[in-house]
């Protein structure tokens, strides 16, 4: 099996590694990562200027651009091999809820949903980041489950998993999204020379949170297991929306 990682800490990142270790035993690894911390960057592509590529000391491949731009160049390119399977992460944090659309984590394994391959985006759930093992085990199992028996067309998957010892999960769950509550407000600083900065505040509270979503099952230490698709077409408006032109 040909497996494609990247992730949106940068290439240097921790869970990477744990990945990179965790799915060797699966098949073939080629990492290709951005050179920094692009946590955020969703589904940006760089169009206003080159990308570069680097290889690492441990044999990542490294880009200067965005965790999309990194799924891209590999697929439509870099690579002289199509990539059965794209995993993404081991994220440091959760990406749940309308944290999805942000995630460059999500990106990453979007991007090679979009090209036709089946992917997986796997995120630690915690602030301290302790057992990425766990994380990394888990995203084994799936991926062996994938070889096992594929899903006959491409599929995207966003795993969260709880930071805790492997035996300590409480089991597994595909789960909906759930809802977060509107982002606190951005925090005014000042920089060295005076001048007011602005750091966008942190992420709400969750707010749909029930049995099903993805963060009723972190909140039982579940793994949550979210299907996700790329249409934003809002079916339900465009009835509304078509009785609305035609007034």
């Avoid at 993404?88 to 749940?96: A, F, R």
């Avoid at 505040?201 to 793994?223: I, K, Q, S, Y």
Wanted: proline fraction near 7%; include cysteine.
């Amino acid at each position: 099996m040909r497996i494609l990682l990247s992730n949106d800490d940068g290439y240097f990142a921790p869970g990477l590694a744990a990945l990179a270790e965790g799915l060797a035993s699966c098949g073939e690894i080629t990492v290709v990562a951005p050179e920094r911390d692009r946590s955020g960057a969703s589904n940006s592509l760089t169009l206003d200027r080159p990308l570069q590529l680097a290889r690492a000391h441990n044999g990542f491949l490294y880009v200067n651009g965005t965790p999309t731009d990194c799924v891209h160049m590999a697929v439509t390119g870099l690579l002289d091999f199509e990539p059965d399977i794209v995993v993404s992460g081991i994220n440091n944090g959760s990406n749940m809820g309308d944290d999805t659309l942000y995630s460059g984590t999500v990106a990453a394994a979007t991007e090679g949903y979009l090209l036709g391959i089946p992917a997986i985006a796997i995120s630690l759930v915690s602030h301290e980041f302790v057992h990425y093992e766990t994380a990394a085990r888990v995203a084994r199992e799936l991926v062996e489950r994938v070889a096992r028996s594929p899903f006959g067309g491409p599929v995207l998957l966003n795993v969260n998993v709880p930071d805790v010892p492997y035996d300590a999960i409480a089991g597994f769950e595909v789960t909906r999204l759930g809802r977060r509550h509107k982002a606190q407000p951005v925090v005014p600083g000042k920089n060295p020379r005076g001048e007011t900065v602005y750091w966008v505040g942190p992420a709400g509270g969750a707010r749909e949170a029930g049995p099903g979503t993805d963060f009723h099952a972190l909140e039982r230490g579940v793994v949550s297991i979210t299907p996700l698709q790329v249409d934003l077409t809002h079916a339900g408006q465009i009835p509304l929306v078509t009785q609305w032109m035609a007034s």
